[in-house]
Structure formats: C-alpha cells, structure tokens
C-alpha cells in the first residue's frame, strides 16, 4: 500500500497547553474525502444521532472539513470506536479512529468499505485483528510502534531506573500513522465548536455501545 511516511511532529501542538483532553479523553475518526453533510447524515439517519439543542448535551460530536475529507471530535466520548459506526462511515471510503479515553487506555482502527482492516490496542500493537493486520507495518514501524514495547525484567537492574514509557507520545504516533493512511490531519482548529455536531447519546444507551472495532 503506497502511502506517505507518518510524521508524529506535525501533532507536536498535542503536548502544549492548547490539548487539555488527556484527561477528559478524546477520540479522532478522519475520513477522507467524505464532506461533514455527508458524515452528518450517516450519523442522523442510520445510527440515531440527534442534532445539537445546546452544549449541554451528552457525547457531542463535531465534524470539521478537512483538506477534502472531514474529521470528527468527541470530547470524552468513544462513538467512533463503535463498531456499526465505523462500519457506516467506511462506507465507499476508508476511517480510520483514534481513542484515548478517560482511563488512559487507547485505541486504534482503520476500516475500509464498512470491513476493520486492522485494529490494535495502542500500547501494545504488537496484537493486530482484522482482515489484514499487518496492513499497516511499514508506517507503524516508521513512527517506533514496531516492534511493540516489551519489557524484560532484568534482576540486575532497579526498577526505577527503567526508563518510564510516554504513552501520550505513542497515542501521538499513531495519529501521524492515521493521516499518513487518510490524508487528514488533525488540528488546534478541530478543537473549536464546529457546524456540523450531533449528540451520539442515544447510541451509548443500545447495544451499538457493547460492540467495538
């Protein structure tokens, strides 16, 4: 698969003050050349998404243009992640999603004419699922998720000066590795209100919320 080399630098603005959400937690779905109508409408006829009252409302999501494509952001919530939702949204296309939630556990999948192509856990890529898990290798191994962390214990050496993992650089990582198979970059401005948002509440209280990617 011929895509660019991932650089995790153009997401260096997530270690500034400017990206609160790691604790809150977040999750990015890119989809590239899908306009926010049409990422809308998915979400509203086939997936029961309300439209947004006020900004009250529970597990918004806001879908940005980007470049020819459109990304959504959710603050705190998880909707991408859910599987009939990236089934929907792959539709004629390909997504690809990143999590990070609250408890600090993080996700990712890319999904290709409504089928997961590959899917991991974050931290540990080194177990891939879906048709092709190894799709993604050469761009996972380009930013250092492979080969995937492992630690040797090592009586010789004190555990504290094992060297800490940073986790948010390797959820960084895997968002360059999302634009390099999208196109799509995620930005200080996908942070903003956006004019395209719907509430995804309904879908957290069905049983869309018990299957992920």
Known sequence: MNMPTPNPADHAWLTGDDFSHWTTGFCVTLLPNKSPDWVEDILRTFLGAVPVLDTTQPYIAHIHAAGSG????ENGGFGGMMLEVIRRLSQDTKAVVVLRDFLGNAAFAYAMDGEIITRFDIYFPGDRLGRSPDALNDQLSAVGL?????YVFDEDVDEEDVPERDLNAEVIRALAVATAVTGVRFDKSHLNAAPH?????PLYGSDLARRFA
């Open 70 to 73: 459109s990304i959504m952001f």
């Open 146 to 150: 492979l080969p995937a962390y492992e």
């Open 197 to 201: 948002a719907v509430s995804l509440a």
